[in-house]
């Protein structure tokens, strides 16, 4: 009697499977490409003339994500030996990893990858860097512990020839103490005593512990590369002040400096650090595609998707940041009908629930002002928080005295010894936005007898000083066009 016949053992998933995803043999399905190349090129051990094929990278790829532990030694043979002998190879090997859906990958797979990119950063392989960047913007993940462990391993390295890198790690995992700093320990919803980020660590204080150390340390040995980030490492580690081991830090090294630091603008690739890819993609896609009176629905799905979250509305500072830095838009899209920056952060202002959110994200929101230049600083970063004042005056006069207290008690309060530098750099942002056309004048503020009385005669007294141009602007009547077109478009 024949032996039964046996269909061979289907091949190992990279993904997360389900009725909404297609299977791996179909062509639309991001595992399909792998697959295919699996399929062509099984050999465990490439030869010559494997090396030199197309199919290469995505095989490897797949064999590196899929192959049980330990990882066959075969494997980190083969990879480098076609990154020596092919210098196209390392690149394609990195994009084909970047190329899939990282909130599906399965644990294993996802385990690899960052072995993956362990293995390409210790052979300084061209594409190791832009791997490691889009691995930052989904921290904490599974693994995200590895990620540190990657980072702190190469961190010489990274700091002479990718200091850009190095210190986008510093900052995602600053802004990651910094949104948890408040939750209790084992409660954690980020990083809870049974999640995946933690494997390797015993408990989630000694993962924290991992990460203040990492950034720590960072700081003290590579303290130019971390100035990279600008104003806005000093944004962050005053939100750690009562962090011990940042106070010992604060006291010891950014205190002396962190007035030079914040004359340095925050470069826009910073700001995109703290936000997922995810994120950032739906968010621009609001800002530049979706029309007037047509936000709601858009807004409440990225709600849904991210701020009804546990944890979600503690990246809300991190978002207004990333709107007024990190994206500018064209004159053409701004002429386009399409919601404008400052809508979406009026949106994202009464979303808060929180006290210490709100103010972080009104903080976000006017951290330009309080350090702006006319010569280097941009219009752009301050325009956000113009038009949501002006904008909302008329029929949410409540959101404008809101912004005008707050920025009122910055200039008190932020930096008492420095406190006439600050307000004459907002005074300076007042006249800049009226003679760069943001806003026709500042009668709107000045002249509104919705606003409170006390809050006008303060903005009155304060604008006294700044220069003739702002003077002559602020007692000039706006338009009626353009009153009647822009302060009906409220958020």
């Not at 832009?130 to 512990?145: H, I, N």
């Not at 990651?176 to 660590?201: F, I, M, Q």
């Not at 309060?413 to 936005?433: H, M, P, T, W």
């Amino acid at each position: 009697m024949p032996p039964p016949i046996t269909s061979p053992p289907s091949p190992p998933r990279l993904l997360a499977g389900g009725d909404h995803h297609p299977p791996p043999t179909s062509a639309s399905s991001p595992e399909h490409p792998f697959l295919a190349a699996h399929l062509l090129l099984p050999s465990p051990s490439p030869s010559p003339a494997d090396l030199s094929s197309p199919h290469l990278p995505l095989a490897l790829a797949f064999s590196f994500l899929t192959e049980p532990s330990p990882l066959p030694r075969r494997l980190l043979v083969a990879l480098h030996a076609a990154g020596a002998r092919f210098p196209a190879f390392y690149p394609a090997f990195a994009s084909a990893l970047l190329s899939l859906p990282f909130p599906l990958l399965l644990p294993h797979p996802r385990t690899r990858l960052l072995l993956a990119a362990s293995e390409l950063a210790r052979a300084a392989a061209p594409g190791f860097a832009p791997l490691l960047a889009s691995l930052l913007r989904r921290v904490p993940f599974p693994g995200d512990a590895r990620l540190l462990q990657v980072f702190h391993e190469h961190a010489a390295f990274l700091a002479d020839e990718e200091p850009q890198l190095l210190a986008s790690a510093v900052f995602a995992f600053l802004r990651l103490l910094a949104r948890n700093r408040l939750a209790p320990a084992p409660s954690s919803v980020e990083c809870s005593k049974d999640c995946e980020e933690c494997k390797g660590a015993e408990n989630l204080q000694e993962c924290r512990g991992r990460l203040v150390s990492f950034c720590v340390s960072m700081l003290r040995d590579h303290f130019h590369v971390c100035a990279l980030l600008g104003r806005d490492l000093v944004r962050s580690l005053h939100e750690l002040v009562l962090v011990p081991e940042f106070q010992a830090l604060w006291r010891d090294l950014v205190l002396d400096r962190a007035a030079n630091i914040c004359w340095i603008s925050t470069p826009r690739w910073c700001t995109a650090v703290a936000v997922t890819a995810e994120m950032e993609t739906q968010l621009l896609f609001m800002m530049n595609n979706v029309k007037w009176g047509d936000q709601k629905r858009y807004q409440l799905w990225f709600a849904r998707k991210h701020l009804m979250v546990p944890g979600g509305e503690e990246r809300i500072p991190d978002i207004v940041r990333f709107i007024c830095c990190g994206y500018h838009p064209t004159n053409e899209i701004m002429q386009s009908g399409v919601i404008a920056r400052w809508a979406v952060v009026g949106w994202l202002l009464t979303s808060c629930s929180k006290g210490y959110v709100v103010a972080n994200a009104k903080l976000a929101l006017f951290y330009d002002w309080l350090f702006f230049e006319e010569v280097k600083g941009s219009v752009m970063n301050i325009e956000p928080a113009m038009l949501l004042m002006v904008n909302s005056v008329s029929q949410y006069t409540d959101i404008t005295n809101m912004l005008l207290e707050f920025l009122f008690l910055l200039i008190d309060n932020y930096d008492v010894g420095r406190k006439e530098a600050i307000a004459q750099c907002v005074r300076s942002a007042f006249g800049v936005l009226v003679k760069k056309g943001v806003v026709p004048s500042l009668e709107p503020l000045t002249g509104c007898e919705k606003l409170s009385p006390v809050l006008r005669q303060k903005l009155v007294a304060f604008l006294s000083n700044t220069g003739p141009e702002a003077e002559e602007a602020c007692r000039k009547p706006i338009d009626d066009v353009s009153k009647g077109t822009e302060l009906k478009r409220v958020c």
